[in-house]
T-cell receptor, first 114, second 114 residues
């Protein structure tokens, strides 16, 4: 398996634009997680899915953020409209189960909003 | 709630030992340890489940004291390749309706000098 695949690797956008980040989890993994990493806050859990269903989105910072998982092999994180403070590295991770198993991280998307 | 890591940063000479601590205010089901190198994704090191176990991974080992809600990562005879940021991630013992997902501390920056 190629591991968790995220795209794009880098994204530079202007404030107010819509941004869509994409993730393909490892095949067979039932759980998918979206994290945001900044120097100030570290790795923050934004939302996670179990079998394509959002379980906990309490980490999503604002209504400008939304995430979907239309099928087991694809998830998106959308920011609309984007703001400079959204600049961060966004990681997607997947795991077989949610309890006591390793989370495999994608390479991340570095988002810069100017 | 985010686990607390200490120290925030450590500078060592090659061959020296280090201990990184992780503590939580909540009862824990498991503690995960990851290492992240600059510009890369976090990489899994080990998981410790409740029961006070200790695990080893080459010269890197960890312990988990569930009563104290604490875990420690031990790096012995450090090598240059150990440099990076170490994160502990915790899963809470009790959660409403399902697991909370993996919550990470802010990380400990480890610099190994030759």
């Amino acid at each position: 398996d190629a591991g968790v695949i995220q795209s794009p690797r880098h994204e530079v956008t202007e404030m107010g634009q819509e941004v869509t980040l994409r993730c393909k989890p490892i095949s067979g993994h039932d759980y998918l997680f979206w994290y945001r990493q900044t120097m100030m806050r570290g790795l923050e859990l934004l939302i996670y899915f179990n079998n394509n269903v959002p379980i906990d989105d309490s980490g999503m910072p604002e209504d400008r953020f939304s995430a979907k998982m239309p099928n087991a092999s694809f998830s998106t994180l959308k920011i609309q409209p984007s703001e400079p403070r959204d600049s961060a590295v966004y990681f997607c991770a997947s795991s077989l189960t949610n309890r006591g198993t390793e989370a495999f991280f994608g390479q991340g998307t570095r988002l810069t909003v100017v | 709630q985010q686990p607390v890591q200490s120290p925030q940063a450590v500078i060592l000479r090659e061959g020296e030992d280090a201990v990184i601590n992780c503590s939580s205010s909540k009862a824990l089901y498991s503690v995960h340890w990851y290492r992240q190198k600059h510009g890369e994704a976090p990489v899994f090191l080990m998981i410790l489940l409740k029961g006070g176990e200790q695990k080893g991974h080459e010269k890197i080992s960890a312990s988990f004291n569930e009563k104290k809600q604490q875990s420690s990562l031990y790096l012995t005879a450090s090598q240059l390749s150990y440099s990076g940021t170490y994160f502990c991630g915790t899963e809470n013992e009790y959660s409403g309706g399902g697991a909370d997902g993996l919550t990470f501390g802010k990380g400990t920056h480890l610099i190994i000098q030759p």
